[in-house]
């Protein structure tokens, strides 16, 4: 049987359930899709083994430039899996593995974009974390490389495959909330001060040089490295792209859908972006705000916007990481694990709930299942992935400039605005990492 051609497993399995090795051992090697993990310290473990754990999975691969992380995970999922997987330092062993047909990315967001397009280019499907890059550039040309080469590629927004987030839209597109033009999405846990710490070498076992990539040579400092990256303008997209990608993309969903089904026109692309407020509470080396409100303008007076309260101990609408919908014959609070229905007068009209970190498994499924389909998945690169990403880009953009920013999309450059727009991209790429462009892909 042809392992593109295979179908779905039984609903245990779809749904991500524990196997055993006796189970495992009985699956037809041609029943599986061979996959290979690069960057599997937080999330990127986290997700792989949601791959481990299948029966139609085989993990050739571990691959991480940390050789400390590299072994403690190896070992780990070598527990799933009955074997020990191959151990690299270089995700170009891999791509050059025909054997291999899908890469899972974890890496750091700076280390999206390069490996995906090479991976596309060598015939594999990507399962690659959120957000999809560092910048709105990488982004459009990773969705170009998806395309050119057609791949099958999901982002890491996993509430797309949340069954309770789908009965939430089925909900919406009965129509009762009305005319909508307003929605919110937030973020309001307090975090912690990361402090000033000192640069000094980096630990036994890292390949540095290879973990900044195409980012510029810094010296090693511990804040600007695992779990922390993200919170640097060279690596990450601070927590508007961190966690706000998850709050953007289900609240525009449910905002879309209850827009389509008044018969409005649908949203459609931005028309504007600004942003205002700044690091303004903690005392430390992070970059990006911890306070901080974004506006998205649809036209026709549809407004979007984006809270970030870092500094603030209490949730807001019951909910520390949020979204809300309002129309004029009632409104939506959605949460990570629960959403609820309201009518004008503040009555519960309907609700529902389910668990977020649950959702990883169905994901990953769904995932799978269209890599044999070649359908697209929940959260398709293209129409769903890159689209939430770009509110997070074009946000911290709005922030950067400190101004209201509107992109034209042919080009992905800022209208009249040359500062703005190099904030949609990087500069240079530290060779030996280049982005290709669009004319070279």
Known sequence: MNRRAFVARSAAAVAGMTISNRTRAATSPNDQITIAAIGVRGRGFAVLKAFAARPDVDVKYVCDVDRNVLEKRTGQISEI????????????????????DAIILGTPTHWHAIPMIMACQAG??????????????????????????????????QSRSGLYFQEMIDYVREGHLGKTLFAKAWESIQQRSLGHPPNCDPP????????????????????RFHGNWRWFFDYGAGDLGNDGVHRLDFTHWAFETAVEAYGDPPLGPLQAVSAHGGKSYFDDMQQWPDNLQVTYDYGAG????????????????????????????????IGNHNWRAYSPEGELLKQGAGSYSKNTHPHVANFLECMRSRNKPQADLETVGHPASLMCHLGNAAWRAGRTIRLDRPTYTCIGDREATGYLERANYRKPWTLPTLARL
């Open 81 to 100: 899996l009955g074997r020990t997987p191959n151990k690299i330092a270089d995700f170009r062993t891999a791509l050059d593995d025909p054997s291999v």
């Open 124 to 157: 594999k499907d990507v399962y690659v974390e959120k957000p999809d890059a560092h910048n709105c550039m990488e982004g459009k040309i990773m969705v170009a490389a998806l395309k050119k080469y057609q791949r099958v590629v999901q982002l890491g927004i």
């Open 204 to 223: 036994a076992g890292v390949d540095y040089d290879t973990w900044l990539g195409p980012a510029p040579l810094r010296p090693f400092n511990p804040l």
């Open 302 to 333: 549809r407004v979007m916007t984006y809270e970030m309260r870092l500094w603030t101990p209490y949730p807001f609408g019951g909910e520390h990481e949020g979204g809300a919908v309002y129309g004029d014959q009632g409104y939506l609070l």
